[in-house]
């Protein structure tokens, strides 16, 4: 099923991937396995200037991947997992052009996305 999904996006206009890894703790950046973790650098490598990852409220599963075209995370009330149904809205809302995006990295993630770094337009 992986090497299918990987094949279907080489003829896709946009892929998305959209990621929930939880975390267990503040202390617990709900990493991805090392075969999800294989999965979504492939499909980004296959299309990465057509790539849109989604992670819900874990902004730490980027840290190492390969770059996609963007990166969008989710955040809100509700603790660890947050309001899931206002990411998903917002997120289709955002692929639609109906929404801008904005915001900036409330934590530190890597040298390579630093607290306070994000785009808005």
Do not use: C, W
């Amino acid at each position: 099923a992986r090497d299918q999904a990987v094949s279907s996006v080489a003829a896709a206009d946009t892929v998305v991937v959209s990621i929930f890894s939880q975390r267990a703790t503040y202390r617990d950046n709900g990493s991805l396995g090392v075969a999800d973790r294989l999965l979504v650098e492939r499909l980004v490598k296959a299309r990465p200037q057509s790539t849109v990852v989604m992670s819900y409220g874990n902004p730490y599963v980027v840290d190492g991947l390969a770059a996609p075209s963007a990166f969008v995370v989710g955040y809100g009330e509700g603790g660890f997992y947050g309001n899931q149904q206002a990411y998903v809205d917002a997120f289709i809302r955002l692929m639609q052009g109906e929404i801008a995006p904005r915001g900036r990295l409330p934590v530190h993630v890597s040298e390579r996305f630093p607290f306070g770094s994000g785009l808005h337009y």
